[in-house]
């Protein structure tokens, strides 16, 4: 067996032979070992209390001392042969500021605790203050504004906001839990006045506490310009502002869920208005009916395609935006499929609070990135496209034609970094398991709730900064090393070849695929393209008999345009006429070469994705995609060869007839009769190898310089937040300064805790004031001893490459150094030439 099934038959042998012992345990706790009083050795009726101390069992006396304050315990009383649950009187719950108000009174409250238990109490009010106002000084909930007779404990509410933003549980599996978590003969001690909390809770109860808890935890009603937990620090004074868009179709709304009472709560923070958003699409999309022509299988973008497929949904989707931290920007609903108008509304959204001197791009990552920007290019968007740069998230780009993957490939893109452009895809992880609450509440409660979520996301983004930001910087750093030892080494296969060299392979690989050179047609003169039509019209006469031939159509067309073309050239050619033959000649031999240029790319393409497979496993994800664009291009080489061979005699340079084995190899001699004028497309592997590790060293340089001026915009956030908040002390009352002390405590404590995260990468030449915890008397040395324990996970080189410091999953970086080992030789056109072959990839 191996050391993990020992330690396993182990452990699950010490639970067998304990397990007895621990139930005859309990079973002895049940009974009264003791016949006196714990406390005062009194023999009389005794009593235990199940939250507090369940062990001593004590007289009415002693138990009426230990619980002379207002609580909301559970008593048991010994008789004769068990515990049986016991109601004893508890004193009425007092306010000192209502001693010596002549209109107090007391009033019978239904309390709700924290274990979901409900309690009759009698509590004290005064008709100078209303009755839930009181219940928020007690630290209860009221369940209605004016005169509640129920009441929720603070740290229940708490404990079912965190429980639905964390584990996605509705209020009424939330509610049964409650039930469940309860013992039966617990249940039974008291009767419940409130049969069912459900009905209190799902008025309106749940959405105020949530949102009264946002206003706790971001109070930036007390001060002006103060975060509402919408702004990411990293992105506070960095000049590279790079964007992630994406849409969630689990996040729909049935239209039987109700209309809209009023604006959301959050209604300014994360999502758009979308009244706003629906006439610019109703406008934008009104002389844009003709559909944006895909590169792949996707089908976002497409006003005709688009998944529109029900009238029983009033909102389709969820479109949205992240920063490259994963932190949550801007939001708005869908009522149709994913157009390209939602992300043009979004992209100037994005300019309309770019500085106007800066003059640096912004960058927008999107999984038909492609079909945007040749969107915008169609529709003369040039004030745009001058301040955007594109590029398509790297698992993404693997469901892209191999053009795509090399203007847009995030490898590709310089300015980004490493930044993969799939954080949505993990937001989505998070935010799609609200679909099954979601889409049943109104539309002001559905964008209260998918907020609440994304301000609990970003505060988790938020909080791990201080590790996230020098994860990457590791990471980028062992990239850059490591891939310039590998490029080094692979250059001496090509000797004379120097960094500078591979720089112009990468521009003319771009160039190759530009949409002004991949894009070209097969050019012809009037005359050559007049002898190709009169060849065909020459073997109709010769293979159609006479009497079908003056009745078809294509003939009498074919006729009837050659006598034009006859007419305006003023020539006539015969079939045995020398210069026929001579610009028939030409025409074929032009064709020839336009149809090898096409399999030339191809075939590159091919070779392209082949050398990308060799990095995965048989069955992943990634494997899968490049599979089957390894099956489009197949497709495409099998239609051009045929297309080839249909050309016919003459041929002065190049084969008759061609098949794929006489096309496969990049260093066949077929392709050096081929003169191109840009040999990009015939990049041969290693080539290609050093490409893509010097797009690799350039990006990790480019991460560095990113992820610097992040952690100086991060530390520059928290002092202007550190700022504002000392700059409102002067002006607030008592209760608000005490809740921006708080806020400044916990500020100051996080600015230590990133200077010592970042000082192996900047230079912070200022301080930390610690304002705030000279106010309560607390001693900086001893926050820094505690901030100095504060340590970073150990990096692991050997592992770097399967654990992201900053993403939950980076099998998608397409340039890992350590990769699979492959066997080319297993590896050849005839693996994908049978699709039921390609799902084995």
Same mark, same amino acid.
């Given at each position: 067996?191996?050391?993990?099934?020992?330690?396993?038959?182990?452990?699950?042998?010490?639970?067998?032979?304990?397990? =007895?012992?621990?139930?005859?345990?309990?079973?002895?706790?049940? /009974?009264?070992?003791?016949?006196?009083?714990?406390?005062?050795?009194?023999?009389?009726?005794?009593?235990?209390?199940?939250?507090?101390?369940?062990?001593?069992? +004590?007289?009415?006396?002693?138990?009426?001392?230990?619980?002379?304050? $207002?609580?909301?315990?559970?008593?048991?009383?010994?008789?004769?042969?068990?515990?049986?649950?016991?109601?004893?009187?508890?004193?009425?719950?007092?306010?000192?500021?209502?001693?010596? /108000?002549?209109?107090?009174?007391?009033?019978?409250?239904?309390?709700?605790?924290?274990?979901?238990?409900?309690?009759?109490?009698?509590?004290?009010?005064?008709?100078?203050?209303?009755?839930?106002?009181?219940?928020?000084?007690?630290?209860?909930?009221?369940?209605?504004?004016?005169?509640?007779?129920?009441?929720?404990?603070?740290?229940?509410?708490?404990?079912?906001?965190?429980?639905?933003?964390?584990?996605?549980?509705?209020?009424?599996?939330?509610?049964?839990?409650?039930?469940?978590?309860?013992?039966?003969?617990?249940?039974?001690?008291?009767?419940?006045?409130?049969? &069912?909390?459900?009905? +209190?809770?799902?008025?309106?109860?749940?959405?105020?506490?949530?949102?009264?808890?946002?206003?706790?935890?971001? $109070?930036?009603?007390?001060?002006?310009?103060?975060?509402?937990?919408?702004?990411?620090?990293?992105?506070?004074?960095?000049?590279?502002?790079?964007?992630?868009?994406?849409?969630?179709?689990?996040?729909?709304?049935?239209?039987?869920?109700?209309?809209?009472?009023?604006?959301?709560?959050?209604?300014?923070?994360?999502?758009?208005?979308?009244? !706003?958003?629906? !006439?610019?699409?109703? &406008?934008?999309?009104?002389?844009?009916?003709?559909?944006?022509?895909?590169?792949?299988?996707?089908?976002?973008?497409?006003?005709?395609?688009?998944? =529109?497929?029900?009238?029983?949904?009033?909102?389709?989707?969820?479109?949205?935006?992240?920063?490259?931290?994963?932190?949550?920007?801007?939001?708005?609903?869908?009522?149709?499929?994913?157009?390209?108008?939602?992300?043009?509304?979004?992209?100037?959204?994005?300019?309309?609070?770019?500085?106007?001197?800066?003059?640096?791009?912004?960058?927008?990552?999107?999984?038909?990135?492609?079909?945007?920007?040749?969107?915008?290019?169609?529709?003369?968007?040039?004030?745009?496209?001058? !301040?955007?740069?594109?590029?398509?998230?790297?698992?993404?780009?693997?469901?892209?034609?191999?053009?795509?993957?090399?203007?847009?490939?995030?490898?590709?893109?310089?300015?980004?970094?490493?930044?993969?452009?799939?954080?949505?895809?993990?937001?989505?992880?998070?935010?799609?398991?609200?679909?099954?609450?979601?889409?049943?509440?109104?539309?002001?409660?559905?964008?209260?709730?998918?907020?609440?979520?994304?301000?609990?996301?970003?505060?988790?983004?938020?909080?791990?900064?201080?590790?996230?930001?020098?994860?990457?910087?590791?990471?980028?750093?062992?990239?850059?090393?490591?891939?310039?030892?590998?490029?080094?080494?692979?250059?001496?296969?090509?000797?004379?070849?120097?960094?500078?060299?591979?720089?112009?392979?990468?521009?003319?690989?771009?160039?190759?695929?530009?949409?002004?050179?991949?894009?070209?047609?097969?050019?012809?003169?009037?005359?050559?393209?007049?002898?190709?039509?009169?060849?065909?019209?020459?073997?109709?006469?010769?293979?159609?008999?006479?009497?079908?031939?003056?009745?078809?159509?294509?003939?009498?067309?074919?006729?009837?345009?050659?006598?034009?073309?006859?007419?305006?050239?003023?020539?006539?050619?015969?079939?045995?006429?020398?210069?026929?033959?001579?610009?028939?000649?030409?025409?074929?031999?032009?064709?020839?070469?336009?149809?090898?240029?096409?399999?030339?790319?191809?075939?590159?393409?091919?070779?392209?994705?082949?050398?990308?497979?060799?990095?995965?496993?048989?069955?992943?994800?990634?494997?899968?995609?490049?599979?089957?664009?390894?099956?489009?291009? +197949?497709?495409?080489?099998?239609?051009?060869?045929?297309?080839?061979?249909?050309?016919?005699?003459?041929?002065?340079?190049?084969?008759?007839?061609?098949?794929?084995? &006489?096309?496969?190899?990049?260093? =066949?001699?077929?392709?050096?009769?081929?003169? +191109?004028?840009?040999?990009?497309?015939?990049?041969?592997?290693?080539?290609?190898?050093?490409?893509?590790?010097?797009?690799?060293?350039?990006?990790? !340089?480019?991460?560095?310089?990113?992820?610097?001026?992040?952690?100086?915009?991060?530390?520059?956030?928290?002092?202007?937040?550190?700022?504002?908040?000392?700059?409102?002390?002067?002006?607030?009352?008592?209760?608000?300064?005490? /809740?921006?002390?708080?806020?400044?405590?916990?500020?100051?404590?996080?600015?230590?805790?990133?200077?010592?995260?970042?000082?192996?990468?900047?230079?912070?030449?200022?301080?930390?004031?610690?304002?705030?915890?000279?106010?309560?008397?607390?001693?900086?040395?001893?926050?820094?001893?505690?901030?100095?324990?504060?340590?970073?996970?150990?990096?692991?080189?050997?592992?770097?490459?399967?654990?992201?410091?900053?993403?939950?999953?980076?099998?998608?970086?397409?340039? &890992?150094?350590?990769?699979?080992?492959?066997?080319?030789?297993?590896?050849?056109?005839?693996?994908?030439?049978?699709?039921?072959?390609?799902?084995?990839?």
């Amino acid at each position: 067996k191996s050391q993990y099934e020992k330690k396993k038959d182990g452990s699950l042998q010490d639970w067998k032979n304990i397990s =007895n012992q621990l139930y005859e345990c309990f079973l002895s706790t049940e /009974c009264l070992n003791y016949c006196n009083c714990h406390d005062c050795e009194e023999s009389s009726q005794l009593y235990r209390c199940i939250d507090c101390c369940p062990w001593e069992a +004590v007289c009415g006396n002693c138990l009426q001392k230990r619980h002379q304050f $207002p609580h909301l315990h559970i008593f048991e009383a010994w008789r004769n042969e068990a515990y049986v649950g016991a109601v004893l009187d508890t004193p009425p719950w007092t306010l000192r500021s209502h001693t010596h /108000c002549s209109t107090k009174y007391l009033k019978n409250i239904v309390i709700v605790d924290e274990k979901g238990r409900q309690h009759v109490r009698s509590l004290q009010f005064c008709k100078c203050e209303g009755e839930a106002i009181t219940l928020i000084r007690y630290r209860l909930w009221p369940s209605s504004t004016k005169f509640p007779r129920i009441a929720f404990h603070f740290d229940l509410l708490k404990w079912l906001n965190g429980l639905l933003i964390e584990c996605h549980l509705s209020v009424k599996g939330f509610c049964e839990a409650l039930k469940a978590r309860s013992s039966k003969h617990h249940r039974s001690y008291f009767d419940y006045p409130i049969k &069912d909390i459900y009905k +209190v809770l799902i008025s309106e109860t749940v959405t105020e506490f949530r949102h009264f808890l946002h206003r706790i935890e971001q $109070p930036s009603n007390l001060c002006e310009n103060l975060d509402d937990g919408t702004e990411c620090p990293a992105c506070f004074s960095t000049s590279t502002k790079i964007y992630s868009f994406d849409a969630d179709f689990q996040l729909v709304r049935k239209s039987s869920a109700g209309k809209q009472w009023e604006q959301p709560k959050h209604h300014d923070c994360f999502f758009l208005d979308q009244a !706003k958003v629906d !006439k610019f699409m109703e &406008d934008y999309c009104a002389d844009k009916k003709k559909p944006d022509v895909d590169c792949s299988d996707f089908q976002a973008g497409n006003n005709v395609r688009s998944k =529109n497929k029900t009238t029983k949904l009033s909102e389709t989707a969820v479109f949205g935006s992240t920063c490259r931290h994963e932190y949550p920007k801007y939001f708005f609903s869908l009522k149709h499929g994913e157009r390209l108008g939602y992300s043009v509304y979004l992209l100037n959204k994005l300019l309309e609070e770019k500085p106007v001197d800066d003059s640096n791009p912004i960058y927008v990552m999107y999984d038909i990135a492609c079909n945007l920007h040749s969107h915008l290019k169609k529709h003369a968007a040039s004030s745009v496209l001058d !301040k955007v740069k594109f590029s398509i998230p790297i698992f993404h780009s693997y469901g892209h034609k191999m053009s795509c993957q090399v203007l847009y490939g995030p490898r590709r893109t310089s300015g980004i970094g490493l930044t993969d452009g799939e954080s949505l895809e993990r937001l989505w992880s998070y935010l799609g398991k609200f679909s099954r609450i979601t889409k049943e509440m109104t539309p002001e409660n559905r964008i209260d709730l998918l907020t609440d979520a994304l301000l609990h996301y970003g505060s988790r983004i938020r909080n791990k900064l201080s590790q996230s930001l020098p994860g990457r910087m590791k990471k980028a750093i062992f990239l850059e090393n490591t891939s310039s030892t590998t490029l080094q080494e692979l250059l001496k296969q090509l000797p004379g070849v120097s960094d500078e060299m591979v720089n112009k392979w990468i521009e003319d690989e771009k160039l190759m695929f530009s949409s002004t050179t991949n894009n070209q047609k097969l050019e012809l003169t009037p005359k050559e393209d007049y002898c190709l039509k009169l060849e065909e019209l020459y073997k109709m006469r010769e293979t159609l008999p006479p009497g079908q031939l003056k009745e078809d159509i294509t003939y009498k067309r074919l006729n009837k345009t050659i006598q034009k073309i006859e007419s305006g050239l003023k020539v006539s050619y015969a079939k045995s006429d020398i210069l026929f033959k001579r610009h028939l000649s030409s025409a074929k031999e032009k064709n020839r070469l336009y149809i090898l240029k096409k399999l030339q790319r191809l075939t590159s393409e091919r070779h392209f994705l082949l050398d990308l497979i060799k990095k995965y496993a048989r069955g992943q994800a990634i494997a899968i995609r490049l599979s089957k664009q390894v099956q489009k291009v +197949v497709a495409k080489i099998k239609q051009s060869l045929a297309e080839y061979n249909l050309v016919g005699e003459p041929s002065m340079s190049f084969p008759l007839k061609l098949d794929f084995e &006489d096309i496969k190899n990049q260093e =066949n001699e077929i392709w050096r009769k081929v003169e +191109v004028t840009d040999r990009a497309d015939n990049l041969s592997a290693v080539k290609r190898q050093a490409i893509q590790l010097k797009s690799m060293i350039d990006r990790a !340089k480019e991460e560095q310089c990113l992820v610097k001026a992040e952690m100086v915009s991060t530390i520059k956030w928290y002092r202007h937040q550190h700022s504002l908040l000392i700059a409102s002390m002067n002006n607030s009352t008592e209760g608000r300064k005490a /809740c921006l002390v708080k806020e400044g405590l916990f500020i100051e404590a996080k600015l230590l805790e990133f200077i010592k995260s970042f000082d192996e990468y900047i230079i912070v030449e200022e301080s930390v004031q610690t304002i705030f915890f000279s106010i309560v008397g607390l001693d900086k040395d001893v926050v820094e001893i505690h901030v100095n324990d504060f340590d970073l996970p150990d990096f692991d080189e050997n592992v770097l490459i399967n654990v992201d410091f900053v993403d939950d999953d980076d099998d998608d970086d397409e340039d &890992d150094i350590n990769v699979l080992d492959f066997n080319e030789e297993n590896l050849n056109f005839e693996d994908f030439e049978d699709d039921s072959d390609l799902h084995d990839i």
